[in-house]
């Protein structure tokens, strides 16, 4: 995709999404049944399992799967990482693209990322894209045969101040349906920069209607509601917090504990106050996305794959060159 291809997605996502959930709702369940049937060879019937934690998804948002990966992956992903240099953002394209040594960037930045070569490298990381359980719940949550599109691993650090954008609560618009994966690969307490997740955020007539049920009028809701809807909202004001914190989850466990999470509904890192956190992504979309993995990293990871068409077209984007 060149680069004026993905522009114009991106602009054409953002203003689908500003038009309201709604019309993002139309157009993302008119794209999600598209790719349904035209790619019918290649859906799954869901466990009872997949469905009953997609199910949770609509409602709630995200889902805590527990410990996914077991000691031994985690510390074979931390040796790897460990062994590779990093770059100041939360995402490599955001760097801008100096690589330093981990105790450099730690004292300096509030991030530290890896080059998408590196993460595409990570042992384990494509095959847990790939799990197939992981697939089935993407699926019947998408509506579609998923598509991964973003692979990314990245730390925060402890730096006194909030970091501008992921520290505050906001929503993530690259795509019109989607959810994440993430996993922590270090242990993750209350003062560790753990992951905050407003449930039913994702939904604005689910939010309205749990919120309602938290006691909160009608006139309330209709003044907070609709603008919390608008744009990545970036700057919630007081009020919105007030009403958003009774839902709030953060989100603390062990090295190789992960949630699944619709993250168009409002989520953040909390600032870290002590140690650092490490942590991976895993982005499943109905599509083409305006924030797709780097291409030129299909000979590393097309070995990893299985040979199957439902393998190449879920990885498609991974595997351009």
């Known amino acids: 995709m060149l680069p004026e291809d993905a522009a114009i997605i991106r602009d054409l996502f953002e203003q689908i999404s500003a038009l309201g959930p709604e019309t993002r709702a139309v157009y993302s369940t008119m794209l999600s049944e598209l790719r349904r049937r035209r790619f019918a060879a290649l859906c799954e019937t869901p466990s009872a399992e997949a469905e ?24 074979e992903m ?9 770059y100041d953002g939360h995402e490599f394209t955001n760097s801008d693209g100096v690589a330093y040594d981990f105790a ?3 004292e300096r930045a509030h991030y530290g990322t890896y080059s998408s070569e590196d993460v ?42 909030p970091a501008t954008k992921a520290q505050a609560l906001h929503r993530d618009v690259e795509e019109l349906r989607f959810v994440t994966l993430f996993i922590y690969l270090t242990p993750v307490g209350e003062r560790n920069g753990p992951h905050r997740f407003i449930r039913h955020s994702h939904d604005k007539d689910v ?11 009608q006139d309330v809701l209709e003044t907070h509601v609709p603008p919390m809807f608008h744009g990545q909202a970036y700057q919630p004001t007081p009020a919105t917090e007030e009403l958003l914190a009774p839902l709030a989850t953060v989100w603390q466990g062990p090295a190789g504990s992960a949630i699944l999470a619709d993250t168009y509904g409002f989520h953040m890192g ?14 499943y979309g109905i599509g083409h996305s ?28 991974l595997l351009m060159e």
């Open 78 to 86: 931390r040796a790897h990482f460990a062994s590779r240099p990093v």
């Open 52 to 75: 009953r934690i997609a199910a949770q998804l609509v409602t709630d948002g995200m889902v805590d799967l527990g410990v996914l990966l077991d000691p031994a992956k985690v510390a």
């Open 207 to 217: 939010l309205t209607r749990m919120l309602a049920g938290l006691g909160w009028s």
């Open 104 to 106: 450099t960037l730690r």
């Open 270 to 283: 909390v600032p870290v106050i002590e140690g650092e956190r490490l942590m991976l992504w895993i982005r």
């Open 120 to 161: 595409a490298r990570s042992p384990h990381l494509i095959e847990i894209a790939n799990d197939a359980r992981l697939l089935q719940i993407a699926e019947a949550y998408l509506g579609c045969p998923p598509t991964i599109y973003h692979l990314n691993a990245w730390w925060s650090f402890a730096r006194g101040t």
């Open 290 to 317: 305006t924030a797709c993995f780097s291409p030129g990293y299909g000979a590393i990871l097309r070995p990893r794959i299985p040979q199957t068409p439902r393998a190449r077209y879920v990885n498609r984007l």
